[in-house]
């Protein structure tokens, strides 16, 4: 069976190559078989690698298989198990990543006011070489008073 990425599916949906696609379920997932013109079936793979493209639901296919152009399709769902679904990827951890995403976000957009108030600041600058012996002052201070 031949491998084909989402990209190269586009092309071959574009050509008229693509006589039917089966979604089958297999374990916990879904993966998509490519039947061809040509005769030659194909898998739907990950796009940097031969790896066959898993999806943890058919919504998730049918959206992707939509994209390309393709409206019909069969469902085999004779091995698949719900069951033996791949947990690690559940929502919570993608909710996490999302907020994660946000904070960092929300973070950079407060740095870049900080940034832009500091350089529209009109007071005059300081070195840097003053500032950094105004602190080397400030430490021997504070260290002295530990003592």
Do not use: C
């Not at 586009?10 to 013109?37: D, H, M, P, S, Y």
């Not at 996490?96 to 350089?119: C, G, K, S």
Request: net charge negative; hydrophobic share 40%.
């Amino acid at each position: 069976m031949q491998s084909m990425t989402v990209e190269q599916l586009r092309a071959t949906v574009g050509a008229g190559g693509v006589i039917g696609v089966t979604l089958k379920g297999q374990g916990g997932g879904f993966f998509v078989e490519i039947a061809t013109r040509s005769g030659q079936d194909a898998m739907l793979v990950k796009a940097r690698t031969t790896e066959p493209r898993r999806f943890g639901n058919p919504t998730s296919a049918l959206i992707v298989l939509r994209d390309v152009g393709i409206d019909v399709i069969q469902i085999d769902a004779t091995d698949w198990n719900p069951d033996q679904k791949d947990m690690s990827r559940s929502r919570q951890n993608r909710a996490d990543a999302m907020r994660e995403a946000h904070e960092a976000a929300a973070y950079n957009q407060w740095l870049a006011v900080e940034i832009q108030e500091a350089i529209d600041d009109p007071r005059s600058s300081i070195p840097h070489d003053e500032v950094m012996t105004r602190m080397d002052a400030r430490i021997a201070r504070h260290m002295a008073a530990d003592e």
